[in-house]
């Protein structure tokens, strides 16, 4: 089964920056697209980040909120997946998971349309606090 093991959080303060890292296992999907969402309490999880294969290369997609602070990676073998959080702010208090696509688009999570990735597969998620 696939597995996808999230580390890096903590708890850092305003402007500062922490590195996310997810390990997959057992994930051959073609389009080995992963990515990161993320869960405020009482909010609804957000897609923030994705890295998938395309035709000559590789695409990414950053959501407004983390665009030009937050920036997504992955090793050659695509087996690990990064993301480098730059400038936090409290507002990106959140649990944040790993996420993988497993080929089904009938989940409950969506990316936006440009993503050509669906969101099947959930990591246990790692915890990031941002202090005023």
């Known amino acids: 089964q696939v597995q996808l093991v999230e580390s890096g959080g903590g708890s850092v303060q305003a402007g500062g920056s922490l590195a996310l890292s997810c390990a997959a296992s057992?994930?051959?999907?073609?389009?080995?697209?992963m990515g990161w969402f993320r869960r405020v309490p009482g909010k609804d999880r957000e897609g923030i980040a994705a890295?998938?294969?395309?035709?000559?290369?590789?695409?990414?997609y950053y959501a407004d909120s983390v665009q030009g602070r937050f920036t997504i990676s992955q090793d050659n073998d695509k087996n690990t997946v990064y993301l480098r959080m730059n400038d936090l702010k409290p507002e990106d208090t959140a649990m944040y998971y790993c996420?993988?696509?497993?080929?089904?688009?009938?989940?409950?999570?969506?990316?936006?349309?440009?993503?050509?990735?669906?969101?099947?597969?959930w990591g246990q998620g790692t915890q990031v606090t941002v202090s005023s």
């Open positions: 996420v993988a696509d497993g080929g089904s688009h009938y989940s409950e999570y969506e990316w936006p349309p440009e993503v050509p990735c669906a969101v099947n597969y």
């Open positions: 057992g994930y051959t999907y073609s389009s080995n697209c």
């Open positions: 890295i998938y294969s395309e035709p000559g290369g590789v695409g990414t």
